[in-house]
């Protein structure tokens, strides 16, 4: 069993920069594959940013060049850097983990992140 905790979230301007994190506990937290995913009302969950357990990392193409995700072990602790933020990118992050980046089965309660116009 895995617990996470997302924090960070907030009301930023366009443009602005968000570091979300990620605390997790439970099993070992460096055998897991780690995400982050967003869902905007009315839309779907959609991936933002994975970590597989060896540091392999990929994003989603809108957030390419903008979005930048890391692990830190030592502190059980995911990262989100997101900059240069749009209106678009406002959503409810929700951390996620897993054995696989495919198969992330364990969920935060989300953290809200607004960005204004």
């Known amino acids: 069993q895995v617990q996470l905790v997302e924090s960070g979230g907030g009301l930023v301007q366009a443009g602005g920069s968000l570091r979300l994190s990620c605390a997790a506990s439970?099993?070992?937290?460096?055998?897991?594959?780690m995400g982050w995913y967003r869902q905007a009302p009315g839309k779907q969950r959609e991936l933002v940013a994975a970590?597989?357990?060896?540091?392999?990392?990929n994003y989603a193409d809108s957030v390419k060049g903008r979005a930048t995700i890391s692990r830190d072990n030592a502190k059980n602790t995911v990262y989100l850097q997101m900059n240069s933020l749009k209106p678009e990118d406002t959503a409810v992050y929700y951390c996620?983990?897993?054995?696989?980046?495919?198969?992330?089965?364990?969920w935060g309660q989300g953290t809200q992140v607004t960005v204004s116009s």
């Open positions: 996620g983990a897993g054995l696989r980046v495919g198969a992330l089965n364990y």
């Open positions: 439970g099993r070992p937290f460096s055998s897991y594959a």
């Open positions: 970590i597989t357990s060896g540091g392999s990392t």
